[in-house]
T-cell receptor
Framework: ETGVTQSPTHLIKTRGQQVTLRCSSQ?????VSWYQQALGQGPQFIFQ???????GRGNFPPRFSGLQFPNYSSELNVNALELDDSALYLC??????????????FGPGTRLTVL | QKEVEQNSGPLSVPEGAIASLNCTYS??????FFWYRQYSGKSPELIMF????GDKEDGRFTAQLNKASQYVSLLIRDSQPSDSATYLC???????????FGTGTKLQVIP
């Protein structure tokens, strides 16, 4: 157990809908990163939040957006869902936004299925 | 060319043998390298990290890094059936802890 929690565990949506995924970071961690892992692939970096501001973004369209709250928990929002958005969404928290990522811990993930 | 390349496997080894997992990367500026283990349906778990050329040992695991050849490997000694999982090679490719992953190698340890 890493102390990072995510909700919900599983989610089924239809194409065109919107979804919100939630992450609570480990105590003492102020940085949250989100990753998308499609079946048979490695995780891909979506974006990172540090102290409520976006601190870096991967190659994902603007319909992927996020928030970080004062308690450092975070949300990932995806609008206009597409079939290819079906994936495991992983949240990772770390105590700092800089330095090597050996202190970054992953939550259990949310499995999103888009029909 | 993908940033991090791994053979997808599966790599099958008998119980008690040494499993050797390999990875190459394209960005010569990469500084930090990681091996994650991921069981089916679970999230990745960091098992080794290495920053300097050479070997780093932790229990049954040894990570090897050769920056000149842009090559990272993971050796698992005395492989156990519980080691059966997908092993993800990754590197830290940005100043803000953006981790870039390979597609993973599936390891099967046969009892």
């Amino acid at each position: 157990e890493t102390g990072v929690t995510q909700s919900p565990t599983h989610l089924i949506k239809t194409r065109g809908q919107q979804v919100t995924l939630r992450c609570s970071s480990q105590s003492g961690h102020n940085t949250v990163s989100w990753y998308q892992q499609a079946l048979g692939q490695g995780p891909q970096f979506i974006f990172q939040y540090y102290r409520e501001e976006e601190n870096g973004r991967g190659n994902f369209p603007p319909r992927f957006s996020g928030l970080q709250f004062p308690n450092y928990s975070s949300e990932l929002n995806v609008n206009a869902l597409e079939l290819d958005d079906s994936a495991l969404y992983l949240c990772a928290s770390s105590p700092t936004r800089q330095g090597p990522a050996d202190t970054q811990y992953f939550g259990p993930g949310t499995r999103l299925t888009v029909l | 060319q993908k940033e991090v390349e791994q053979n997808s496997g599966p790599l099958s080894v008998p119980e008690g043998a040494i499993a050797s997992l390999n990875c190459t990367y394209s960005d010569r500026g990469s500084q930090s390298f990681f091996w994650y283990r991921q069981y089916s349906g679970k999230s990745p778990e960091l098992i080794m990290f290495i920053y300097s050329n050479g070997d780093k040992e932790d229990g049954r695991f040894t990570a090897q890094l050769n920056k000149a050849s842009q090559y990272v490997s993971l050796l698992i000694r005395d492989s156990q059936p519980s080691d059966s999982a997908t092993y993800l090679c990754a590197l830290d490719s940005g100043g803000y802890q953006k981790v870039t992953f390979g597609t993973g190698t599936k390891l099967q340890v046969i009892p």
